[in-house]
């Protein structure tokens, strides 16, 4: 009887998804990029983490990796909403927007 067989859990996000982060975050392109922008190499470890308490979850069903795949998760969800925007954004269009974009404005 498949309706009484509990349902399975899955982890946050499927395991290969873990396994690529991890593997774009090594790669060339994106440490030049990285350091680039921040000025420093990309810590990757977290992805390698995420992805081996993944498969812990999967083999073992253990509490621990599913508890601590969720608090990354819920972690880097936090750290995305931290950074402001750097848009304002309008309540509605400018006065000239249908004018050419060098007529109606004095030259410098």
């Known amino acids: 009887m498949d309706y009484m067989r509990p349902p399975t859990i899955k982890p ?21 990029h990285h350091y680039y922008t921040y000025g420093e190499a990309p810590s990757c470890q977290q992805w390698k983490a995420d992805y081996s308490m993944c498969r812990e979850w999967e083999k073992t069903r253990s509490t621990e990796a599913k508890d601590a795949l969720r608090q990354s998760e819920k972690n880097r969800l936090l750290e995305k909403q931290k950074h402001v925007s750097v848009w304002n954004i309008r309540k509605s269009p400018p006065k000239d927007w249908y004018l050419p974009l060098d007529q109606g404005k004095p030259k410098e």
């Open 12 to 32: 946050p996000r499927a395991c290969e998804d873990y396994w690529h982060e991890w593997k774009h975050c090594r790669s060339l392109k994106n440490l030049f």
